[in-house]
C-alpha cells in the first residue's frame, strides 16, 4: 500500500510562517518585481511543500501545482484557441476559476508541464507524479464557441494533450495522474470520454492513473474498468456509494482510495483510516491501493493539509500491521 | 410610499477607503475596537444618505461592519464557531472560512445594533440583514455535527433568534440570504426547512436572495419557500430565470434583479425599463420589486450611485406608464 495525493496542495502557509506567494504575486501585480523573482519564489515553495509531503510520509508527491491558478487554465493559457474570461464556481466547491473560452481550433504547442516536472524531480527524494486535466473535464469546464459539438471539442483536447503525455513520457515522468472530475456529473457522456481517453492514451507506455472525485462512478462500474490507466483514482468522501459499487464486479485495477476528507478541517482518527480501508480490503488486496485525500488539498488551510497527510499515513502504517 | 414598483437592493454596499483602512489597522491591532465601530458608524450614515438622495423606497444599512457575510456571524458565535486558516477563494484571494466547533447556540444580538442605528436615521424602512443557516453551514468546515441537515436546522435556530430581536426592534423587513443555495440545487428541500425554521412566526415581511442557478428541476420547491419574498439575480443572465415563472404559479413577491453587479458600465435608461417590463409580464407591480442583481460592494461608490440612480429613473418612467403614482 503507498500514499499519494491528489494534488493542489495549498499555496501559502499561516502565521507566522510568512505568505510569500502571496506577496510576490501581489508585487508582481503592482509591477514592484519582475517575472523572474516571482518564478524564483513559486520555486522556493514548490520545494518547501515537496519537503512537507516528504516529511509527511507520502510516498508518491506531486509538485503541490504551486504554479497553477487552477487545473484548467495552467492548460488552456499555454494550448493554442483559448482565451480566458471571468471567474466562475469550480464545481459546488466555494472557490472560482477563470473559465477557459475555446474561440479556434485547440493545438498543443510545447510542452507545458515537463519544465516544472523535471524541476519538482531534482528536489524531491521521492517518486513525483505529474497532473494533467484530461479533455473531459477541460472541455466540460470551458465555454465552446468554435466547435460544432461539445464531442467535437473534447476529441480535439484528448488529441493536443496526448502530445503533452508524450512529451511528459520522453522526460521521463514516472507516474501521469489524469483528472476527469467532470464525468461524475455527466455520467451519459461515458461512451465519448471512453473514445477521447483511448485517444489520447493510445500508445503510451508511461504509467498513467484516472482519479475523478465529488462524487461516485455509479453508472460508471465496470466499464470505467476498461480505460486505459492502471489505476482508478476514486472519491470515498463524496462518493461514500463507490465502496459498495467497486464491489459488484472484480477490480482489475490498482485504486486510488480517497479516503481523507479534503474539504473539511475534521482530521480523521488512525482507526477511521484503518477502517475505510479494511473497507475496500476484500475487493482490492492491500497492494493494490494507493491511499491519498479525496481530492485536491488546496480546499484546506495549509496546516490541516498536513496534519491530515501526517494522519493518513499513520493509519496506513497502522492498517499494514492489522489487516497486512 | 408607491403602490408597486418598490425599489431597493440586495444590502451590501461598497466601503469607503476610510473604513477599509481602519479595518486593516484594527486587525493589526493599531486602533480600538471603538474607534473602528465610530467609523463604521460614519459609513452607515453615508450609505442612508445616498438611498435616500437616489430615491430608493427600502433602504439597507450596507453592512458597513461586516468583512464578508459569514465570517461576520461566525466570529459572533464565538462558543460554537472558529475562524480557521486561509483558504484560497481564488487567483491572489484568500478568506479565513469559519469552522464549526461545538453546538450551535445563539450568545446575543449581532445584527441589531447597527440595524437600529441606520433605522434612526431615516423614515423609510431599513431591512434587518441576515445570513441564510444553509449558507452559514455551507461556507464553513463542520468539525462538529455529523451531519449537514443536523448543522443546517441548529444554525436556522440561532438566526431565528436573531430575525426575532430584529423584529422586536422594529424591523419591518428582514431578509435572510442563501447565495449557497444555488450551488446544490438538489438540497433545496434542505433550504427550505432551514429557512422555514428561521421565519416561523415572524410578522415582518421575509425575504431570501439567492444567486443564479440551475433551478428549472427544483421551481416547486421555490414556490413554496417559507418567505415572503424572492430575490433574484436576473440581469447578468438575460431574464432567462422570468420563463420559470411563466410556466408556474408563483403567488410571491419577487425582487428583480435589474442592474449587473459584476460590471463597470453603468446600464442604460432603456436596458433597465425593458427588464422591467419583462418581470412585468409575469407578475403584477405590486408584487414586483426593483433592485440589483447582488450586493454592491464590489463596484466603486461612484458606479454603484450611477447605477441606483438610472435604475430609480427608470422604475418612475414605468410606473408613469402604468399610471402608479410615485
Redesign the interface.
Known amino acids: 500500500m503507498l500514499t499519494t495525493v491528489v494534488g493542489s496542495y495549498?499555496?501559502?502557509p499561516?502565521r507566522p510562517r510568512p505568505?510569500r506567494l502571496?506577496a510576490a504575486?501581489?508585487r508582481f501585480?503592482r509591477g514592484e518585481i519582475g517575472e523572474d523573482e516571482l518564478r524564483r519564489v513559486e520555486d522556493e515553495v514548490t520545494i518547501e511543500v515537496i519537503q512537507e509531503q516528504v516529511e509527511a510520509g507520502i510516498d508518491i508527491v506531486s509538485d503541490g501545482q504551486i504554479r497553477w491558478?487552477?487545473d484548467q487554465t495552467y492548460f488552456a493559457r499555454r494550448i493554442g484557441g483559448f482565451t480566458i474570461d471571468?471567474?466562475i464556481?469550480y464545481f459546488?466547491t466555494?472557490?472560482?476559476?477563470?473559465q477557459p473560452v475555446v474561440t479556434g481550433a485547440v493545438q498543443w504547442r510545447e510542452p507545458i508541464a515537463v519544465n516544472d516536472y523535471r524541476f519538482a524531480a531534482a528536489h524531491s527524494s521521492r517518486p513525483v507524479k505529474t497532473l494533467v486535466t484530461g479533455p473531459y473535464t477541460m472541455a466540460a469546464l470551458s465555454a465552446n464557441e468554435h466547435y460544432g459539438s461539445f464531442g467535437e471539442l473534447v476529441l480535439a483536447l484528448a488529441r493536443e494533450l496526448r502530445q503533452e503525455v508524450l512529451a511528459l513520457e520522453k522526460a521521463g515522468v514516472p507516474l501521469i495522474q489524469v483528472s476527469e472530475p467532470a464525468i461524475l456529473k455527466r455520467k451519459e457522456d461515458f461512451p465519448l470520454f471512453r473514445q477521447a481517453l483511448e485517444q489520447m492514451m493510445e500508445g503510451v507506455a508511461v504509467e498513467a492513473h484516472l482519479y475523478t472525485w465529488f462524487g461516485d462512478i455509479e453508472g460508471l462500474f465496470p466499464q470505467i474498468l476498461d480505460l486505459p490507466f492502471s489505476t482508478i483514482g476514486l472519491d470515498f468522501v463524496m462518493g461514500p456509494a463507490n465502496y459498495e459499487i467497486i464491489s459488484r464486479a472484480p477490480f482489475a485495477k490498482k485504486l486510488g482510495l480517497g479516503i481523507v476528507d479534503a474539504r473539511?478541517?475534521?482530521l480523521e482518527t488512525v482507526e477511521q483510516i484503518v477502517e475505510r480501508i479494511r473497507r475496500v480490503s476484500d475487493v482490492v488486496p492491500l497492494d493494490g491501493i494507493y491511499v491519498n485525500p479525496s481530492s485536491r488539498l488546496?480546499?484546506?488551510?495549509?496546516?490541516?493539509a498536513e496534519a491530515k497527510l501526517k494522519r493518513m499515513v499513520e493509519g496506513v502504517r497502522r492498517a499494514q500491521e492489522v489487516l497486512g | 410610499m408607491s403602490e408597486g414598483l418598490l425599489t431597493t437592493t440586495v444590502g451590501s454596499f461598497p466601503k469607503p477607503e476610510y473604513l477599509t483602512r481602519a479595518r486593516s489597522q484594527f486587525s493589526l491591532g493599531k486602533i480600538s475596537r471603538e474607534e473602528l465601530a465610530a467609523l463604521e458608524r460614519q459609513a452607515i450614515a453615508e450609505v442612508i444618505r445616498l438611498q435616500e438622495e437616489v430615491g430608493l423606497d427600502i433602504l439597507v444599512h450596507g453592512e458597513m461592519e461586516r468583512g464578508d457575510m459569514v465570517a461576520y456571524f461566525a466570529e459572533l458565535l464565538s462558543e460554537s464557531m472558529a475562524i480557521g486558516g486561509l483558504v484560497r477563494s481564488y487567483g491572489n484571494r484568500y478568506y479565513r472560512k469559519p469552522i464549526i466547533i461545538g453546538k450551535l447556540h445563539w450568545q446575543g444580538p449581532m445584527a441589531v445594533e447597527m440595524w437600529r442605528y441606520a433605522q434612526g436615521l431615516t423614515d423609510k424602512p431599513v431591512k434587518g440583514m441576515l445570513t441564510g443557516p444553509y449558507t452559514m453551514v455551507d461556507w464553513s468546515f463542520d468539525e462538529y455535527y455529523d451531519s449537514r441537515r443536523e448543522a443546517v436546522l441548529d444554525m436556522a435556530r440561532v438566526i431565528h433568534q436573531e430575525a426575532v430581536e430584529l423584529e422586536k426592534a422594529g424591523a419591518r423587513y428582514i431578509q435572510v440570504d442563501e447565495p449557497a443555495a444555488s450551488t446544490r440545487p438538489e438540497e433545496m428541500e434542505l433550504v427550505a426547512q432551514g429557512l422555514a425554521v428561521v421565519t416561523e412566526g415572524l410578522k415582518a415581511k421575509t425575504i431570501t436572495h439567492m444567486c443564479y442557478g440551475d433551478f428549472a428541476s427544483v421551481f416547486d420547491q421555490i414556490v413554496r419557500l417559507p418567505i415572503d419574498q424572492l430575490d433574484i439575480e436576473t440581469a447578468n443572465s438575460g431574464y432567462d430565470l422570468l420563463e420559470l415563472f411563466r410556466r408556474h404559479r408563483f403567488d410571491k413577491e419577487v425582487a428583480l434583479g435589474v442592474l449587473d453587479v459584476h460590471s463597470h458600465r453603468v446600464e442604460t435608461l432603456e436596458e433597465i425599463k425593458e427588464g422591467i417590463r419583462r418581470g412585468l409580464e409575469v407578475l403584477p407591480p405590486q408584487r414586483l420589486y426593483i433592485d440589483p442583481d447582488c450586493g454592491l460592494k464590489t463596484r466603486t461608490w461612484d458606479e454603484a450611485a450611477a447605477k441606483l440612480r438610472v435604475m430609480v429613473q427608470a422604475v418612475r418612467e414605468v410606473r408613469r406608464e402604468l399610471g402608479i403614482e410615485d
Open positions: 495549498p499555496k501559502i499561516n505568505a502571496r504575486i501581489a501585480d491558478e487552477d471571468g471567474l464556481r459546488d466555494n472557490t472560482y476559476y477563470r473539511n478541517t475534521r488546496e480546499y484546506l488551510p495549509r496546516e490541516v
